[in-house]
């Protein structure tokens, strides 16, 4: 089988509060782990008033003590925004409590708009494309053994060797993933113009390192599973306005779903947003089950991370049930191992 992980956002409903989005994205990883996902994933946004996940290696902590078995990490952590040797602390400390099951996946945007990336960093004269190839080397290296007489080290971190792993929606990620021999997770599912270009660069620039020994690709698909097509549909219009907003700069917590979209976008922007997220497989059982295998023929991806903004939590958790129930069926592209 294609192993399928879970990429959650910590969606803050309209009418809810972040703490309702924290416990549901903790009922969630439970029901993952339950349902045989191999890993739940968290990623860094800030300033955005639909998301609860800001304070990502926190959130991490809160679902690793409440689950058991399941891998959990971030996809991604926003490396321009932190000294590494803090990212390594805080990772370090989360694997010696939760051994064998932490995961750190390193973007390099911010995750916020400029004026919120100025907020965070203090100084903007950091982070910028040159860094980032460096800090990621450097966070590295506070996870390998201390050497005699290293005057900086990670602890807890040293010697732990969490894993990385490289996101990325265009060719730099892809080609630094495979310089440095690091898995490598494409964001398909809200930026995937360079999908297939990037996944064929990173597997055909791919160095063996001591983490890998061959080319690991993972690809994000949003999934609005229920029991009809116009059900599923529905679903997904949550998504589709809260990608509008953002896109106007109005960014705010996750609305409801809406019968149909007609009047709540221009032309343009139905345009645009369809396209951003048109690695979206919406349906019945069935038709998320073919969807899902000609992703993976698409893409020969090693695994896949879904991803669903839905607004009913119920309705959210039956998504991801459907998604596990139809795995058995899915056909991997080729066998791999990670």
């Known amino acids: 089988m294609v192993p399928l992980s879970v990429l959650d956002l910590s969606p803050i409903p309209r009418g809810a509060d972040a703490g309702t989005a924290l416990r549901n994205t903790l009922d969630l990883a439970r029901h993952a782990e339950r349902w045989g996902f191999r890993r739940f994933w968290l990623a860094e946004h800030h300033n955005m008033t639909g998301i609860a996940s800001a304070a990502t290696s926190v959130v991490i902590g809160h679902v690793a003590a409440g689950t058991e078995t399941i891998r959990v990490g971030a996809a991604g952590i926003m490396l321009p925004n932190h000294a590494p040797l803090v990212i ?68 807890p971190g040293a010697g732990l060797e969490v894993p990385l792993w490289l996101l990325g929606s265009s060719l730099y990620g892809a080609q630094l993933a495979a310089i440095l021999g690091l898995p490598y997770i494409f964001a398909s599912h809200f930026a995937p113009d360079h999908l297939d270009e990037a996944l064929a660069t990173y597997r055909a620039n791919f ?89 993976i023929e698409r893409t020969g991806a090693d695994e896949l991370v879904v991803t669903a903004q839905a607004f009913d939590h119920a309705e959210r958790l039956r998504s991801f049930e459907i998604v596990a129930e139809v795995q058995p069926s899915l056909r991997a592209p080729q066998a791999t191992a990670a």
Do not use: K
Not at 92 to 103: E, Y
Not at 124 to 132: E, H, P, S
Not at 267 to 294: D, F, I, N, Y
């Open 88 to 155: 390594a602390e805080q990772f370090g400390t989360l694997a010696a409590l939760h051994p064998g099951r932490i995961d750190l996946g390193l973007g390099r945007a911010p995750g916020t708009d400029g004026r919120t990336a100025q907020a965070l960093r203090r100084n903007m004269g950091g982070g910028d494309v040159d860094d980032f190839p460096r800090d990621v080397v450097e966070l590295q290296s506070y996870f390998r053994p201390a050497r005699p007489g290293q005057p900086v080290q990670a602890v």
């Open 207 to 295: 160095r063996s390192s001591e983490q890998l020994s061959r080319p690991y690709a993972v690809a994000a698909v949003n999934v609005f599973a229920v029991d009809t097509e116009a059900a599923a549909a529905r679903m997904a219009t949550s998504l589709q306005q809260q990608f509008v907003s953002l896109r106007r700069g109005t960014p705010g917590p996750l609305p409801p779903p809406v019968d149909s979209m007609d009047g709540l976008w221009s032309a343009l922007e139905r345009m645009s947003t369809e396209r951003a997220l048109s690695c979206t497989v919406a349906g019945t059982p069935e038709m998320v089950r073919e969807g899902l295998q000609r992703f």
